[in-house]
């Protein structure tokens, strides 16, 4: 079956605008989750949804924002775009707690 | 707080060695372990799990050994192949949630 699909792959943005970037999670999966990677971090867990609910969410500004549809299809969104906020963000899907997690691709995410 | 820590930054074994790559964790309330994958510019790949009840958990040429007392897990890839170059991320999660905390991972070289 087809996997973890996340859009765009590379973004390129200015200091202040928005973004928004989608996951479509593994077909069945009710759980979707956001990661930031950057080099000096690692993998920091941004925030899950859980049929269309946020269950849990790291730490990060408010700038950070997401939301699940009722396909389960999740989309992200980072407002006011800073310097810092350039990463590689990563999506995965899940069937729920005690489960592996899959994950997209990422979108490469550059702020000029 | 880095509650999942790899210490070893990089690690590089000769082709057809073993490749022990080491994990530590800090909050007893973790109980489902996995090893992900992974390429640059890529997400990382889901490799093998193991849930607390257990202390070993075998795939192929992978294990990963539990030390629930010592709060460390280790994954053995065994025989190394120079396919098997790539960052290793140790990660950990509660049953109470899933949301997945990352250490922050082992480049492995291998060497033909």
């Known amino acids: 079956k087809a996997g973890v699909t996340q859009t765009p792959r590379y973004l390129i943005k200015t200091r202040g605008q928005q973004v928004t970037l989608s996951c479509s999670p593994i077909s069945g999966h009710r759980s979707v989750s956001w990661y930031q990677q950057t080099p000096g971090q690692g993998l920091q867990f941004l925030f899950e949804?859980?049929?269309?609910?946020?269950?849990n969410k790291g730490n990060f500004p408010g700038r950070f924002s997401g939301r699940q549809f009722s396909n389960s299809r999740s989309e992200m969104n980072v407002s006011t775009l800073e310097l810092g906020d350039s990463a590689l963000y990563l999506c995965?899907?899940?069937?729920?707690?005690?489960?592996?997690?899959?994950f997209g691709q990422g979108t490469r995410l550059t702020v000029v | 707080d880095q509650q999942v820590k790899q210490n070893s930054p990089s690690l590089s074994v000769q082709e057809g060695r073993i490749s022990i790559l080491n994990c530590d964790y800090t909050n007893s309330m973790f109980d489902y372990f996995l090893w992900y994958k992974k390429y640059p510019a890529e997400g990382p790949t889901f490799l093998i799990s193991i849930s607390s009840i257990k202390d070993k958990n075998e795939d192929g040429r992978f294990t990963v050994f539990l030390n629930k007392s010592a709060k460390h897990l280790s994954l053995h890839i065994v025989p190394s192949q120079p396919g098997d170059s790539a960052v290793y991320f140790c990660a950990a999660s509660a049953s109470t949630g899933n949301q997945f905390y990352f250490g922050t991972g082992t480049s492995l070289t291998v060497i033909p």
């Open positions: 949804y859980f049929s269309e609910t946020q269950r």
């Open positions: 995965a899907s899940g069937q729920g707690a005690g489960t592996e997690a899959f």
